[in-house]
């Protein structure tokens, strides 16, 4: 099959799409990848439609396909003739934050579902797309293509995380977000039981009349694209919740990569933590370097995004594939893909402190080595891109 796959300016969003563009291949399928930027949006949709091919694939929503016409209200997609493959690696509209636009979308999505296709890492995204009439829709992992055997050998680095956070959920305006309080208390609910349902509390507040109120006149048009519009706000409360949940870490020196937002230029207490066994380091500048920290890291911490309620996130895959050991919140996928999912999961923050203090004892070498190991063969099975591609090719088929 040919297929044309869509560059992003985003760097993980644009290795996923080479990813996906060298495992086709890899499968004798002929890949355009392409760069779509640059395009005005009539020739960008007069260029794809002259092209023969028998898929666009999508993979991410800010794709230039799925941005919204500025000559009319329809999406690009909309205009695009062919069929395509939505491959959504975050939580469907996570990055949006008005509710009619969310409702749009939605409409627009279904009005394509006879020629489009969507894979979804969070399992709510399906029922959401088929509940508005997106029959075919599927539940698929993160991947990586990371490929490295985990080792003996000491590690560089002690207790690590590598990505965004600010200080804590105290200092954070919550009176800037819509229904701020009540995504506020879900936040520390998080924080307090890792696997706390967060779209379960999502789907009682828009029961209230009042809430729904205080939303504005858009809000009881449709009650999914409400739901999601509050999920994007809770997301804006994933960086101060990561940061309020490795404050609790008191008795081991914690490395964090690139977990300054102002990289140095602001000294806003919402931006750094101050406490004396948190170090920060600078931003990791590519992917490899990234991989190297998971591999010489004693620990590494993932603690996932509030948008994803069962979803396990990429940094765990790329942890585990990159050779390194991971200690992760509890999400409701773990247990599919691995069976150490109770070894490397914490439920609260006294559990994260003990499998901590447990896994840094050079006494537990055996059962770490073990776990590192085992772990890395079982997300290596279940969590490449040879799997997830065969896995859409046989649904498209």
Request: with cysteine; proline share 3%; glycine share 4%.
């Amino acid at each position: 099959m040919k297929f044309i796959i869509e560059a992003s300016l985003v760097p993980i969003y644009n290795r996923i799409a080479i990813a996906f563009t060298q495992t086709l291949k890899e499968f004798g399928h002929t890949v355009y990848f392409i760069d779509s930027s640059g395009f005005s949006e009539a020739d960008f949709v007069k260029t794809i439609n002259d092209i023969e091919f028998d898929y666009y694939i999508s993979t991410n929503e800010l794709n230039v396909i799925q941005k919204k016409s500025e000559a009319d209200e329809t999406f690009l997609f909309e205009k695009i003739q062919s069929k395509i493959i939505f491959i959504h690696h975050d939580n469907l509209f996570s990055a949006f934050h008005s509710i009619s636009y969310i409702c749009s979308k939605l409409q627009a999505l279904s009005s394509i579902s006879n020629r489009s296709n969507h894979y979804c890492l969070e399992a709510s995204n399906v029922d959401l797309l088929k509940a508005s009439g997106i029959r075919n829709t599927n539940k698929i992992n993160h991947a990586s293509e990371f490929l490295v055997e985990p080792s003996n050998s000491p590690s560089q680095w002690g207790v690590t995380f590598i990505g965004h956070l600010m200080s804590s959920l105290h200092l954070y305006p919550t009176d800037s977000l819509p229904c701020g309080q009540h995504l506020q208390s879900m936040a520390w609910n998080r924080i307090s039981l890792s696997s706390f349902a967060v779209q379960t509390q999502i789907k009682k507040i828009v029961k209230d009349p009042y809430v729904i109120s205080s939303l504005g006149p858009d809000a009881d048009k449709n009650i999914s694209a409400t739901e999601q519009f509050l999920i994007a706000g809770l997301n804006k409360l994933s960086s101060p919740m990561r940061g309020q949940l490795i404050s609790t870490i008191k008795e081991q020196r914690i490395d964090i990569f690139g977990g300054d937002l102002s990289y140095g230029q602001i000294k806003d207490p919402l931006l750094v933590l101050q406490q004396s066994n948190v170090h920060y380091q600078p931003a990791t500048q590519n992917y490899g370097d990234a991989s190297g920290i998971y591999q010489n890291s004693r620990i590494n911490l993932n603690i996932s995004s509030l948008q994803f309620d069962t979803a396990v996130n990429n940094r765990f895959i790329d942890v585990v594939l990159s050779g390194g050991f991971i200690l992760t919140d509890k999400r409701g996928d773990l247990e599919k893909i691995c069976s150490l999912a109770n070894e490397i999961s914490f439920e609260s923050v006294e559990e994260l402190s003990y499998k901590i203090n447990y896994y840094m004892d050079p006494r537990n070498d055996k059962k770490y080595n073990d776990i590192k190991f085992t772990l890395n063969d079982e997300i290596k099975k279940n969590c490449n891109y040879h799997k997830v591609v065969q896995t859409i090719i046989k649904s498209l088929n």
